[in-house]
């Protein structure tokens, strides 16, 4: 099954768009990051197949790496509906997350970081210098700020695949599960929106059986392919409200 991911986040300059992850849409700069990638191939849609349900255990994946397997799939017996209502429950059930992140654009540019989710609603995405970026979802909204140009972006956060994460409940009568593709230790659950606020699907990537959260790609509309992979996740702790405190325009952001 060919996954399709989801729509980008694309962001105010050149160097930013070349490395950040596609969260949030952004129309007018789209070719702006265009232009960025040009000399830079994203890797074709059945490559990506190929390893989406293949073991997190190194924190930057190649997309051209594939494993052999053998024995059963995960839940093997089991419906692709009662694994999807597995993947539900488990998302339904988590309050907090944190870990780090390796994140690869769909330009080839890596990067890295930490993650902090506090469902339902609150997100922050804290990258490693040099990259100048921090995001935060607060509010229903997604916050972009960059220290390097001292300047915040804001998008709706219905218009992001983050909503899949975020939400409190998957609403059904909105939310599509495209795809349950298995691994032998995996699980990949894509979803779509039903309605047209957001933009394309989201494929996120589970261990089995702890149905625990390793990994998620998104596409973006022009075919570009972003993989997000988790390392050192801790669930249930404890996260401080300022954490998730959205950024001022212009000025300094959590510098305290």
Known sequence: MSIAMLSAISLICIDAAATVA???????VVAVQAAADTQLTTPPADEI????L???????????AEEDYSGPLAFDGESDAA????????????????????QIAPSGAIST?????????????????????????NGGMVYVYD??????????LRKTPLKFLLSKKLNFDETSVVGVDRGVNNVAI???????????????????PEMTLIRWIVRD????????????????????????RPPDAGGAFLKN
Not at 49 to 52: A, S
Not at 221 to 244: C, K, P, S
Request: glycine share 6%; charged share 25%.
């Open 147 to 156: 220290d390097a140009l001292e300047t915040t972006d804001s998008y709706p």
């Open 83 to 102: 694994v999807a209502q597995r993947f539900v429950d488990y998302l339904e059930q988590t309050t907090t997350l944190t870990g780090d992140f390796t």
């Open 54 to 64: 293949a073991p997190a255990t190194e924190p930057a994946p190649t997309v051209a």
């Open 190 to 208: 894509t979803l779509a929106s039903k309605k047209d606020d957001t933009e394309g699907e989201l494929t996120i990537i589970v261990k089995a």
């Open 22 to 28: 596609p969260l949030v849409a952004a129309p007018t």
């Open 221 to 244: 509309l022009q075919g570009g392919i972003t993989v997000v992979t988790l390392d050192n996740v801790v669930a249930g702790e404890r996260l401080a409200n300022r954490l998730f």
């Open 49 to 52: 197949d190929r390893v989406i």
């Open 113 to 137: 970081g930490r993650i902090y989710l506090r469902r339902p609603g609150f997100l922050r995405f804290e990258y490693d210098p040099p990259d100048p970026l921090l995001i935060v979802a």
